[in-house]
């Protein structure tokens, strides 16, 4: 079987909505980066039903969730949560429901405009500078013919007044991308597409955060066995640290503290249970 039909047929096959672990109240969707793509394709398949919301963080996103339940009530309605972090992954292991893997949003992302290029699906491009916007759709141009960058736009570094975001929700609208990437940054581009999802008429809006900035080239991207080893984070973190040290050096290890305690509680609920049942 080729392997545009067994894409096809994986995409017939995927459910409404994938499995899911629940860590620190946020429901991880465990799947791999092709059922992910899966599900992508078959909502553009679907275009005219309601634009489908995609989220792909690690564990600063669950933490954020975890201190803000009305964003993790937003994290929570997006039809599929990617893992794009090592530390979901481990604690999915230690649970006994362990995630596939990582989903980072940069090889998401990357991996769709391969897809696209044979599909002629279109894509806009929403947050970041001019520069890396600029930089991405030439590279994405020459590398992936096929995949169309229908549109590009990085908004002011500001509170946007309402004609302003519904003039740029219109000019989204008027290219019809198929995928629309939100490059905001976690929380704000969550809230941006919460905010709008009723308005836009995508077929699929993706939060990726720094992804547009890293596949663009901007910023280095980590070789493949630093992210297979686990260790992106700390690549990450060597490339940018006036931006990520705080997040990463405060906020990651409160984060393992609190999903290590509720993993406990878990496993102690569980043997509790399997010790009634015995009885």
């Known amino acids: 079987m080729s392997s545009i039909a067994s894409s096809e047929r994986s995409r017939a096959e995927c459910p409404e909505r994938p499995p899911s672990i629940e860590i620190l109240g946020s429901s991880v969707s465990r799947v791999t980066i092709d059922e992910a793509l899966n599900h992508i394709e078959r909502w553009i398949e679907l275009s005219g039903e309601r634009c489908r919301f995609v989220v792909a963080t690690g564990f600063h996103g669950i933490w954020e969730a975890h201190r803000n339940p009305r964003l993790r009530n937003v994290l929570n309605s997006a039809d599929l949560f990617c893992p794009d972090g090592i530390a979901p992954?481990?604690?999915?292991?230690?649970?006994?429901?362990?995630?596939?893997g990582r989903v980072p949003g940069p090889e998401l992302l990357a991996r769709f405009a391969a897809r696209a290029n044979q599909t002629g699906y279109r894509s806009f491009f929403y947050g970041d500078t001019d520069d890396t916007l600029a930089t991405l759709k030439e590279?994405?141009?020459?590398?992936h013919p096929g995949h169309r960058v229908v549109g590009t736009l990085s908004p002011p570094f500001r509170e946007l007044e309402l004609e302003e975001e519904r003039a740029i929700v219109k000019q989204i609208n008027e290219a019809r991308p198929h995928v629309l990437?939100?490059?905001l940054g976690l929380p704000k581009q969550e809230?941006?597409?919460?905010?709008?999802?009723d308005a836009l008429r995508v077929p699929v809006v993706v939060g990726v955060g720094a992804a547009l900035r890293l596949v663009s080239g901007q910023v280095r991207r980590a070789p493949a066995w630093v992210g297979g080893a686990g260790l992106e984070w700390l690549w990450r973190l060597a490339m940018e640290p006036a931006k990520l040290w705080r997040r990463d050096l405060f906020d990651g290890p409160r984060f393992?503290?609190?999903?290590?305690?509720e993993t406990v509680e878990i496993r102690l609920r569980q043997a509790a249970a399997a010790e009634r049942t015995e009885l």
């Open 256 to 261: 393992l503290c609190r999903a290590l305690a």
């Open 191 to 197: 809230w941006w597409i919460h905010r709008n999802l």
């Open 181 to 183: 990437w939100v490059g």
């Open 89 to 100: 992954v481990w604690i999915s292991q230690l649970r006994g429901l362990p995630l596939p």
């Open 139 to 143: 590279r994405f141009e020459r590398q």
